[in-house]
């Protein structure tokens, strides 16, 4: 009889023996970059040739819908439903990526080749998200065939192919296919653990708003010899605007955009976890930030102004002249309780105080923030369920500091969320030689199909244990 035991080593046997790196190859090579305006093309031919048919295989029925938005890629639902009455789990990934960047990879790699070098495994979508969700659903099909073809639960698979641009059309079909949707728990992957030796469990993510700043003083740039110190520099004017709304240590200066106290529960969930640390991480700065928290928190449970852009002149071929306009990207990433629908009139209000009342204020985009209770039982269920397949315990965080489209998930359609990634903070995500870890990625298989197994243990799952709990109380 199969067990648990069986669907690990079953999952580890199929990475060993290269069936895991030669589904990715496949998945790779599809050239699938939502953001360099290649049409949706190669976006519905990676779901309808590399996805599909697996799923297919696996029992599932897949539609290739429409993006609702229209002009978007397509994204597939797959259902998988072994008895209506059931509970149902949904998982998520993407299957587009950032450009390729193709010239600026280093020599003997190239974004659209899986390029295997010890313990990295280098092309574009390896960490974002092709290789994450490689990893999901490989592991589900050997606790598929382990369990005889029943697990005891119904799956639902949504891939979409915008994520990278900000996933449009994925809140408007999750609201019009809210009944095909309907589940109790999404388990998905994306973003990376908080190290690479060190399985993460997160709960949401923070929010963002990008917004602008802008000065336009006059219609053309003057002579400074001629015009300097009788004409207004808006690169001036916006450096000190900017100023007000972060300080040179990277506080946060506008009242109005910060966040509530870090509750308790999340202070002790993020005590021992330390940031950075591996090869490849930047130095952090003890001294950065908010006061008074550790690097953790300052990372996952407070609110953070970034400057990601300033504009005035020529910065790359100076002239002597007065700009005649200036801007400066922002961006607001933050944590539940913010108030950030307000965000336009907390920075218009804030800077007409300070005199800054030229100075133009406007959203771009923004993503709420989310983050299931740390108290939900399926946080203790996931932990237990990591430690038990990989014997060591995973690090929990309140949220990822990054931002997913998981309020679609925890708002639209009112699940309960674990993301559990397979990926880690240096793995060059967005940039040249993007690389998975295959050391993660066989750890990654091995713990998805323990939790994947679990979910259909009665005694242990909590959507077991809650339907036991209200059969007895009826």
Not at 241 to 257: F, N, P
Request: aromatic share 6%; proline share 7%.
């Amino acid at each position: 009889m199969s067990t648990r035991h069986t669907a690990l080593q079953n999952a580890a046997r199929w990475f060993d023996e290269g069936h895991f790196q030669a589904e990715l190859a496949r998945r790779v090579a599809h050239a699938t970059a939502s953001d360099a305006g290649g049409g949706i093309e190669p976006l519905a031919g990676y779901l309808s040739e590399a996805i599909q048919p697996g799923l297919q295989a696996l029992g599932f029925e897949c539609e290739l819908l429409p993006n609702p938005t229209g002009g978007a890629g397509p994204l597939l639902v797959a259902r998988r439903i072994e008895d209506p009455a059931l509970p149902t789990v949904l998982t998520y990934g993407h299957g587009d990526v950032v450009n390729g960047q193709d010239s600026q990879w280093r020599a003997g790699l190239t974004p659209w080749t899986l390029t295997v070098e010890g313990d990295r495994w280098y092309g574009r979508g390896t960490a974002d998200n092709k290789g994450q969700h490689t990893i999901n659903l490989g592991a589900l099909a050997h606790v598929i065939a382990a369990r005889g073809g029943r697990l005891g639960y119904n799956v639902t698979v949504l891939l979409e192919t915008g994520e990278e641009v900000g996933s449009p059309g994925l809140r408007e079909l999750c609201e019009q296919e809210r009944e095909r949707l309907r589940a109790d728990l999404l388990i998905a992957c994306d973003g990376p653990r908080v190290h690479a030796r060190k399985p993460t469990v997160f709960l949401g993510s923070r929010g963002i708003v990008n917004f602008r700043l802008r000065l336009r003083a006059r219609e053309r740039a003057y002579h400074s010899g001629n015009w300097g110190g009788v004409l207004t520099n808006p690169g001036v004017v916006i450096s000190h605007a900017v100023a007000t709304l972060v300080d040179a240590r990277g506080r946060l200066l506008v009242e109005g955009l910060r966040p509530p106290p870090v509750e308790a529960a999340v202070r002790a969930a993020l005590r021992e976890v330390a940031i950075g640390g591996d090869a490849d991480d930047p130095a952090t700065n003890p001294a950065w930030g908010e006061p008074g928290l550790s690097e953790a928190e300052r990372l996952m449970a407070w609110n953070t102004l970034e400057v990601l852009a300033l504009g005035a002149g020529a910065p790359d071929r100076p002239i002597n002249a007065i700009p005649h306009t200036a801007v400066a990207h922002c961006q607001l990433r933050f944590v539940p309780g913010t108030r950030w629908t307000e965000l336009a009139q907390i920075v218009r209000a804030h800077l007409d105080e300070r005199g800054f009342t030229d100075v133009e204020v406007e959203v771009i985009a923004a993503t709420p923030a989310t983050r299931l209770p740390l108290d939900n039982p399926w946080v203790a269920w996931s932990l237990a369920s990591i430690e038990r397949s990989v014997a060591q315990p995973a690090t929990l965080l309140p949220n990822l500091a990054g931002s997913l489209p998981n309020d679609v998930f925890a708002g639209v359609l009112g699940l309960p969320t674990l993301w559990v990634p397979h990926s880690y903070p240096a793995c060059s995500q967005h940039a040249p030689n993007e690389h998975l870890l295959g050391s993660v990625a066989r750890e990654g298989l091995q713990l998805m199909a323990g939790l994947y197994w679990d979910l259909g243990e009665r005694d242990s799952a909590p959507w077991f244990q809650a339907a036991t709990r209200t059969a007895v109380s009826a």
